[in-house]
Each structure stands twice: as structure tokens, then as C-alpha cells.
């Protein structure tokens, strides 16, 4: 299976600041069509996941701009321009381009 | 706008069996894969089971093949998890999602597996 490594796990933030959040993955991620089938999820307290990026880069409908994702092959970066109270929670990346689908961690984001 | 709404948990011993259901609506469910995922207390995400549209291709992660069954009623929009064999590990919060890459999921439902 492929391994999906975040880091940091643990990301204390000051409100107004940016927060990034990298994901590693143990093989590349390019499906053989080209895309490239990496996707962020977003799980406030208590509730449940949310994708907020699809496809390293596309935001979800909704998802404020100042959510960013980039990256290629086995290296990726979530982004957060200015951290809002409303961001506290747990980012997990997941891969969709290898069967079994695969999590990382999560990189729990709180409010300094 | 999506809705996905989850039941059927609840607190069974090991050994017994629990049939989870996940009713779909704001979205054309017979277009979409359909996927099963937990979550165990405190812990991450880890996909159970996927379905495609028409319920002819199926997936299951290695820790739930063999006891899990994943079903679709198309014209219910409704998904289905048939879980036997009961373990104390299968304890989660267990989550469907629709699409591709999970773009809507539901509120979850909680299995607790526990003598």
C-alpha cells in the first residue's frame, strides 16, 4: 500500500498567520492517464471530513481562496494563507490514484 | 445540495453482525462510486470498501475482506455495509462518501464492538 506521511502532526498557528502542511507519499502519485489523484480533507471538531482539495489543486466549492494546494509526483503542500479561528481542526491528505486509497496521519491545526 | 445520511451502528459483541445503510440524496446516486470509510477513536481515516455505479466492481481493504459486503439500491439511493464477523477492532466511526475522491460525505455512524 502506498504510505502517506504529513508533517507536522501537531501545528499551532497564530490567528492572521500562514500555516503549511506537507505530505509525502511513498511512490509517485501520476495515474497513468496524467492526472495526478491527491486530495485534502478537512475534519473540525466533532465533525466529519470535508474535502477542501481535489486533484493537488482544486478547490472545492465553498473552500475559501485562501486554502492552496500544490505539489507533483510524491510531494505536497497544503496551504493556508491567513489562519481564521474557523481552520482549527485536522488535515489528512489522501492519494485515490493507487488501490487501496490511503490517509496520512493528519496534522492537527490549533490556534496559538 | 448533498446529502448523505448514515445509520445502522450501535454496540454488538464479537462474533455478531451489523448492517449499515447510507441514504443519498441532492445527487444522481446511480452515476457515482460510493465508498465506505472508519475511523477509530482518536484515530485517522482508512478506507473500508468502494462500490462503483451499477454495483459490478468492488473493493475492500485487506482487514475487512471476507466479512464486509458492500451493496447499492439504485433505485433507493441507498448504500449498504453488511458487516459480520464482528471484531473489537472494527470499533470505529464508519463513514460513507460519494464520487471519485469523496466530495460529499455523511455524518458517520458509530459501530462499538465490545463483549
Known amino acids: 500500500d502506498v504510505v502517506m506521511t504529513q508533517s507536522p502532526l501537531s501545528l499551532p498557528v497564530t490567528l492572521g498567520q500562514p500555516a503549511s502542511i506537507s505530505c509525502r507519499s511513498s511512490q509517485s502519485l501520476v495515474y497513468s492517464d496524467g492526472n495526478t489523484f491527491l486530495n485534502w480533507f478537512q475534519q473540525r471538531p466533532g465533525q466529519s471530513p470535508r474535502r477542501l482539495i481535489y486533484k493537488v489543486s482544486n478547490r472545492d466549492s465553498g473552500v475559501p481562496d485562501r486554502f492552496s494546494g500544490s505539489g507533483s509526483g510524491t510531494d505536497f503542500t497544503l496551504n493556508i494563507s491567513r489562519v481564521e479561528a474557523d481552520d482549527v481542526g485536522v488535515y489528512f491528505c489522501m492519494q485515490g490514484t493507487h488501490w487501496p486509497w490511503t490517509f496520512g496521519q493528519g496534522t492537527k491545526v490549533e490556534i496559538k | 445540495e448533498v446529502q448523505l445520511v448514515e445509520s445502522g451502528g450501535g454496540l454488538v459483541q464479537p462474533g455478531e453482525s451489523l448492517r449499515l445503510s447510507c441514504a443519498a440524496s441532492?445527487?444522481?446516486?446511480?452515476?457515482?462510486?460510493m465508498h465506505w470509510v472508519r475511523q477509530a477513536p482518536g484515530k485517522g481515516l482508512v478506507w473500508v470498501s468502494r462500490i462503483n455505479s451499477d454495483g459490478t466492481y468492488i473493493n475492500y481493504a485487506d482487514s475487512v475482506k471476507g466479512r464486509f459486503t458492500i451493496s447499492r439500491d439504485n433505485a433507493k439511493s441507498t448504500l449498504y455495509l453488511q458487516m459480520n464477523s464482528l471484531r473489537a477492532e472494527d470499533t470505529a466511526v464508519y463513514y460513507c462518501?460519494?464520487?471519485?475522491?469523496?466530495?460529499?460525505w455523511g455524518q458517520g455512524t458509530l459501530v462499538t464492538v465490545s463483549s
Open positions: 462518501c460519494s464520487g471519485g475522491s469523496c466530495f460529499a
Open positions: 441532492g445527487l444522481n446516486f446511480s452515476s457515482y462510486w
